[in-house]
């Protein structure tokens, strides 16, 4: 071939491959509005908290303020400081003036703080949790760091650690800046509000349940006393509305967590989550409509029609799907056109609509670019048990599911080629 001929033909090639991109992302992103369940909020994400597995996404990408959804990230922190032997649960701090202001500050949610009076870490963050104190969360943040511009670095630094990189943090809280009085940021507009994606709060929440699952011992708790002063205790009762027995439980799950939010700018905020036949979703709502009530039915419903319409099921190995996924094409190999596939992972537990075969989410082999030829096929060379892609199933009102693949033979270059 002539080597204008040969430009001419990988530039059709080139062309061809990122057509065919575009044409996926497009039937892509058709698919994700094909939603079994849709939330009137600005933003919302669920994911299998085991798995990743998205369940629902609007604008979830998106950044906007978070309210008092903070407060996961917050605990976060905390709980890291207490196993690093920085705090302990029975730690005393002493209130301060200026966070006895905004700890009975009645536009705030609270529970009362008195100068002077000294309150052990396990109280402030039941306190912070349950009922969402802001007094108690600043009296947390500025104890563990000093400062809020210091607490701030390491709630980006706990952020980062769940899979975060662009988490816009002004205070502990999640309030505006400027409700921080003498502990807010200087040189930062008093309107400024922790901004974080749907998908940010759902990857923390996962990450803090990972490894730090003592916090479900919190979120959990319905009722809760708080010892003021000697002689005076304030029950708390937990603000979440989904919790078993409370009014908007969902039918056959255990929810056991997380948190709400509210602030003008954020709107009505939720995290939520719980399990279902063992298995835990988390549920992300940003600025709902409505009032709580409203938000904690949106909540309930879905959680309820997920579990109505769909099931956990086991993807064991790569021969319960369709023959044409268990080989691929392999180009400029040594003696080999096609090569045998397998789950890169032993088994994966996918979230399916009911009463469907695993034939029935027509799977197709996606490769990574890295291993991309001009095609867009495998190539050459791979080695066995290497990663080369995934799988991509097409789940009936649920996101597109991807899981992992890898080759099972070693299969060597036959060199350049022309």
């Given at each position: ?36 369940y849709h939330m009137d909020a600005r933003a919302a994400y669920a994911i299998d908290a085991d798995t990743g597995q998205v369940l629902y996404q609007k604008n979830a990408n998106k950044t906007y303020p978070i309210a008092s959804l903070t407060k996961i990230l917050t605990l976060a922190v905390i709980e890291q400081d207490i196993r690093d032997h920085k705090l ?331």
């Amino acid at each position: 071939m002539h080597k204008l001929g040969r430009k001419l033909f990988y530039l059709f090639l080139v062309v061809l491959t990122i057509s065919l991109n575009l044409d996926g992302l497009v039937k892509s992103a058709s698919a994700s509005t094909d939603s079994f369940y849709h939330m009137d909020a600005r933003a919302a994400y669920a994911i299998d908290a085991d798995t990743g597995q998205v369940l629902y996404q609007k604008n979830a990408n998106k950044t906007y303020p978070i309210a008092s959804l903070t407060k996961i990230l917050t605990l976060a922190v905390i709980e890291q400081d207490i196993r690093d032997h920085k705090l302990s649960w029975n730690q005393k701090i002493k209130i301060t003036p200026a966070v006895a202001k905004v700890a009975n500050d009645w536009h705030f949610s609270n529970v009362q703080l008195n100068t002077g009076e000294s309150y052990t870490v396990r109280q402030l963050a039941e306190s912070m949790m349950i009922v969402s104190a802001d007094g108690s969360t600043e009296a947390l943040a500025l104890a563990d760091a000093g400062s809020t511009a210091a607490f701030n670095k390491k709630m980006q630094a706990m952020a980062r650690k769940a899979g975060v990189t662009d988490a816009k943090i002004y205070n502990m809280i999640g309030l505006p800046n400027k409700d921080l009085g003498k502990n807010k940021l200087k040189g930062v507009d008093g309107d400024a509000e922790n901004k974080l994606s749907a998908k940010d709060l759902a990857l923390i929440s996962q990450y803090m349940i990972k490894h730090y699952p003592e916090t479900l011992k919190i979120t959990k708790k319905k009722f809760a006393n708080f010892k003021i002063t000697e002689g005076q205790e304030y029950q708390m009762v937990n603000i979440n509305a989904l919790l078993p027995q409370n009014g908007y439980a969902p039918k056959d799950w255990e929810i056991d967590g997380l948190k709400t939010g509210n602030t003008d700018a954020a709107g009505k905020c939720i995290v939520t989550t719980g399990t279902y036949m063992g298995h835990r979703v988390i549920l992300v709502g940003l600025h709902t409509k409505g009032d709580w009530n409203n938000q904690s039915k949106m909540q309930k419903e879905f959680y309820e029609k997920l579990a109505a319409s769909y099931q956990p099921a086991e993807l064991q190995n790569i021969q319960q799907l369709s023959k044409r996924v268990q080989r691929t094409r392999i180009v400029h190999a040594k003696k080999h056109r096609t090569v045998s596939l397998a789950l890169a992972k032993k088994s994966t537990w996918i979230w399916v609509p009911r009463n469907t075969t695993w034939k029935q989410t027509h799977p197709t082999v996606v490769i990574k670019r890295s291993k991309q030829s001009l095609t867009g096929r495998l190539e050459a060379p791979v080695k066995k048990g290497q990663r080369v892609g995934y799988l991509n199933l097409q789940l009936s009102g649920l996101p597109e599911m991807q899981v992992p693949i890898k080759v099972t033979q070693t299969i060597a270059s036959r060199g350049f080629w022309k």
